[in-house]
């Protein structure tokens, strides 16, 4: 069975630079043996968390939107690569939308103590996060670091590291970095080659 890898576009802009940075991991990923899928989080009419708690009885979300599509993908997948730009220091809102509505899988896992995926695919389920930001501070992506490692948890991914590039700002910009495409399609073969 070949290794699932759900690749999840977090940026508005299509062929900006966090898409790019995926589409090298992807390609990496699939070389490496697995079947890729990428969706794109600006193409599902996710509504926001709207805190209703069902899901602490229920252990899933009562919004009957287009989560309902991505629920799937986001169980199915033995690896994620989560790629997002930065946006006011966070992941953007396309991003976010998205992830809290994982608030559902945390409530299965930590509320009512039900398991998330099959035990024994817990352990072999990795992900990483890319991003990209236009400025440089040291703390830049602190933030969207703390997020994804949560939401990975919450979905019984292991935070397996991260593709992280600052002052990169133009759309396309990041195919004049010297190394970065490189490091992505190194990084999406890794994610599939590791045990
Ligand atoms: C709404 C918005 C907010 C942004 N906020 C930040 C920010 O807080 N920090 C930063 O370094 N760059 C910020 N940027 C710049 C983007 O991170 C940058 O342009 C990035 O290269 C976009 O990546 P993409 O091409 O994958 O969309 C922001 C851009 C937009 C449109």
């Keep these: 069975?070949?290794?699932?890898?759900?690749?999840?576009?977090?940026?508005?802009?299509?062929?900006?630079?966090?898409?790019?940075?995926?589409?090298?991991?992807?390609?990496?990923?699939?070389?490496?043996g697995a079947e890729v899928e990428k969706i794109y989080a600006r193409d599902y009419k996710i509504t926001p968390c709207i805190e209703c708690n069902s899901c602490f009885k229920l252990g899933r979300c009562v919004i009957e939107d287009e989560m309902q599509k991505v629920y799937p993908k986001l169980?199915?997948?033995?690896?994620?690569?989560?790629?997002?730009?930065?946006?006011?220091m966070g992941i953007t809102g396309w991003a976010k939308a998205l992830v809290d509505r994982c608030q559902a899988l945390w409530a299965k896992k930590y509320v009512l103590k039900e398991p998330v995926v099959e035990p024994e695919r817990k352990s072999q389920r990795k992900g990483i996060f890319i991003s990209v930001g236009g400025t440089k501070g040291k703390s830049l992506f602190d933030g969207a670091i703390r997020t994804m490692k949560i939401f990975f948890d919450a979905i019984d991914v292991t935070y397996s590291g991260e593709l992280l590039y600052r002052s990169i700002d133009d759309k396309g910009e990041i195919k004049e970095h010297p190394t970065a495409l490189q490091e992505a399609y190194e990084a999406g073969r890794k994610l599939v080659c590791e045990e």
Aim: no cysteine; glycine share 10%; charged share 30%.
């Design 1 to 32: 069975m070949k290794i699932k890898v759900l690749g999840i576009a977090g940026s508005p802009r299509r062929g900006g630079n966090t898409d790019l940075l995926l589409d090298e991991a992807l390609r990496g990923a699939k070389e490496a």
């Design 75 to 88: 169980l199915e997948a033995d690896r994620i690569i989560f790629a997002s730009p930065m946006f006011f």
